[in-house]
């Protein structure tokens, strides 16, 4: 019971302390606000600047879970794809890795031009889908190969066809790696968005990235660590929601690994 | 035509080189109780997958009666699908075969009562110990009324105990269905009490060096695993594995 008590109670402490101890610090060793401003800065600039902030995360949080729905929804179906025929993987998965292994921000300037600077936003979602892609793949791609060959077996002997065979052996079996590439993904499609916004590094994208650049310019330190706060809220919020649903349909079945 | 199942000369060699089966030849009749015995990697499990039809042969074939008879099998492991519950499980062959919903279901629940697991119809793998799960795998392989039953060491992970008790449900659901019932196992003793017939192999390359009869009658109590007839036969068996694992 106090264990549990201090679990909960420690890491807050830690985290009123450490804000405690850098608006103290300010102080006293009298750093400039342009370096490193006070907490107390940093939630002021919301009074000022929380509209043009909060509609820049909103953009931000837009284009990060457009790009991501995509890149679960086309990384699944490729994977099946992948599933139901080697020949389309032996075709196709070179093009994915390359996708992969190619840095996004070397990607960026190529996509921007070819969608043109005014439609920058679809430059962004597109490189965020990227970003996010390759993991839904890969981790849907060894679930649908971890199927258990005993189980796989059996549906043959039972004459099952292809569509029962993948929506009652692979799709199940597959989820828990699934659910792990996707969790990666939501994290990836934010990074990707913000990258790209970086790359576009113009007020036509009007996001997150865009306003620390603007910040950034005019020398708005706190601004800048009020954008990146809410980045991290962003990224800690879509990666809790996500475990969430992975502990929702896992939980029961998959929560020890024992084996069935 | 007879109404057995023939294997006639069957063989098997994958493709990476390793001769798994020699040469097996024996006519099983319907509704008999016949064990496969025989050293490690002999090829059991291949003659298994052989007459499920699993693998093809390399030589030989599997003659079944006019009609291909309906199958169950039981592997090793329960291997259950571990994100349904065990009604899920046993149902799984009748909604492959495209019976409704309710109507599995309902089949599957009285195949589970046989098993003696009747209140445990929506219960997960995971919170079944090793011997119910193996029961939900039997009564799976049970719920079409298959013609033959091919078993794979299913009872070779369990507890003495357990594993006697489920010879005994084994035999009971084999007196009351009739399916014929092939069972691959390393245990002489369980090969006795079940069986009628006891085929044994060689080593690799898989042959087949004897055929022996178990005229006990049925149904077999637990008395008889000490009984002197059961020691005679598991006699012969034991010589015979003897001379096999000298040569
Ligand atoms: N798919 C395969 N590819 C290549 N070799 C195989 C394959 N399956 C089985 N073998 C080989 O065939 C031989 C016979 O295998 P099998 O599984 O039939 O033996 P077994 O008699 O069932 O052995 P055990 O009693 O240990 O289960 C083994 O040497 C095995 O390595
Ligand atoms: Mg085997």
């Keep these: 019971m106090l264990m549990q008590v201090l679990r909960i109670i420690l890491p807050i402490a830690l985290f009123a302390g450490l804000i405690q101890f850098w608006e103290w610090s300010v102080v006293y060793w009298e750093i400039q606000p342009f370096i490193l401003p006070p907490p107390s800065a940093i939630l002021a600039v919301f009074e000022t600047d929380g509209a043009s902030l909060l509609g820049s995360a909103w953009t931000t949080l837009g284009t990060t879970l457009a790009a991501f729905a995509l890149a679960v929804f086309s990384g699944t179906a490729l994977a099946a794809l992948f599933a139901s025929s080697r020949i389309a993987e032996a075709a196709l998965s070179p093009y994915a890795v390359i996708l992969q292994v190619t840095p996004i921000i070397a990607i960026a300037p190529l996509i921007i031009v070819w969608v043109g600077l005014d439609n920058a936003w679809l430059a962004v979602l597109i490189l965020a889908w990227i970003a996010a892609f390759f993991p839904v793949l890969a981790s849907a791609t060894a679930g649908l190969k971890a199927v258990d060959p005993n189980l796989r077996d059996l549906f043959r002997l039972y004459r099952a066809d292809f569509r029962q065979t993948f929506i009652r052996l692979m799709v199940p079996s597959s989820l828990p790696y699934l659910l792990a590439g996707i969790k990666t993904a939501g994290g990836l499609a934010l990074v990707g968005a913000v990258v790209a916004e970086f790359a576009a590094a113009s007020g036509n994208t009007n996001g997150l990235a865009w306003r620390i650049l603007e910040a950034g310019n005019r020398l708005q330190i706190a601004k800048m660590f009020a954008a990146l706060l809410l980045l991290a809220l962003m990224g800690v919020a879509l990666y809790a929601i996500l475990s969430f649903v992975e502990w929702l349909l896992l939980h029961r079945w998959h929560g020890d690994r024992r084996r069935a | ?247």
Excluded at chain 2, 70 to 91: H, Y
């Design chain 2, 1 to 247: 035509m007879s109404r057995d199942l023939r294997l006639d000369r069957l063989a098997k060699t994958f493709p990476n080189g390793t001769a798994a089966l020699g040469d097996l030849s024996a006519d099983i009749a319907a509704g008999a109780f016949v064990s496969l015995l025989g050293p490690s990697g002999c090829g059991k499990s291949t003659v298994l997958r052989l007459i499920a039809g699993l693998e093809e042969p390399t030589r030989g074939r599997v003659e079944w009666p006019q009609t291909r008879g309906s199958l169950g099998v039981i592997f090793q492991e329960p291997t259950l699908m571990a994100w349904a519950s065990a009604a899920k499980n046993v149902a799984l062959p009748l909604e492959l075969a495209g019976m409704a919903k309710t109507q599995a279901r309902e089949r599957a629940c009285g195949a589970l009562e046989k098993v003696d697991l009747a209140g445990f119809a929506d219960a997960l793998p995971r919170e079944l110990s090793g011997g119910m799960r193996m029961r939900v795998s039997i009564a799976r392989a049970l719920v079409a009324d298959p013609d033959v039953l091919l078993m794979d060491e299913p009872f070779a992970a369990l507890d003495e105990f357990t594993r006697g008790k489920l010879n005994d449900d084994l035999l009971r659901l084999w007196a009351e269905r009739g399916f014929t019932g092939v069972f691959v196992t390393h245990s002489v003793f369980e090969a006795v009490y079940l069986s009628q017939r006891i085929l044994i192999l060689s080593g690799r390359p898989g042959r087949l060096v004897a055929d022996i009869q178990n005229p006990a009658p049925y149904p077999r109590e637990p008395g008889y695993r000490t009984s002197a007839a059961f020691n005679a036969t598991a006699r012969d068996i034991l010589d015979v594995l003897e001379e096999v694992s000298t040569c």
